[in-house]
C-alpha cells in the first residue's frame, strides 16, 4: 500500500522556522510532482509549493520565506519554512504524483494525512 507520511510540525512564534518532512512509501515505480498544500480552519486547501525534477513553483504569499526540497533516493520532500506568519497557521498536507505497481503507465495522486502547524506567540 502506497502512502505518504509528514511529520515536523507543531507551534512557533512568529518569525520563527519549522521544517516539515513528507516520506513516501510502497509499491512505488516513480514520483513526478511532489508538493505541499495547506487548509486554515474554514477555508480551502491551497497550494504552497511544488516541485519536479526541474522547477519549483511557490504560492506568493510563500515565496522568499519558503523553500520546497526533495531527495529522491529517500522518496522524500521537504518544506523550509522561515519567517513565519500568524497566517501561515494551517494543516500542511503533502502531495505526490506516483505510478505504483498497481496504477498502471500513469500516476495517481496521494495525499498524506497532514500535519498542524500554529503560529503563535
Known amino acids: 500500500q502506497v502512502q505518504l507520511v509528514e511529520s515536523g510540525g507543531g507551534q512557533v512564534q512568529p518569525g520563527g522556522s519549522l521544517r516539515l518532512s513528507c516520506a513516501a512509501s510502497?509499491?512505488?515505480?516513480?514520483?513526478?510532482?511532489m508538493g505541499w498544500y495547506r487548509q486554515a480552519p474554514g477555508k480551502q486547501r491551497d497550494l504552497v509549493a511544488t516541485?519536479?525534477?526541474?522547477?519549483?513553483n511557490y504560492a506568493d504569499s510563500v515565496r522568499g520565506r519558503f523553500t520546497i526540497s526533495r531527495d529522491n533516493a529517500k522518496n522524500t520532500v521537504y518544506l523550509q519554512m522561515n519567517s513565519l506568519k500568524p497566517e501561515d497557521t494551517a494543516v500542511y498536507y503533502c502531495?505526490?504524483?506516483?505510478?505504483?505497481?498497481?496504477?498502471?503507465?500513469?500516476?495517481?495522486?496521494?495525499w498524506g494525512q497532514g500535519t498542524q502547524v500554529t503560529v503563535s506567540s
Open positions: 510502497g509499491s512505488i515505480v516513480y514520483i513526478d510532482r
Open positions: 516541485i519536479t525534477s526541474g522547477s519549483t
Open positions: 502531495n505526490a504524483d506516483m505510478v505504483t505497481t498497481q496504477s498502471g503507465l500513469l500516476p495517481n495522486t496521494y
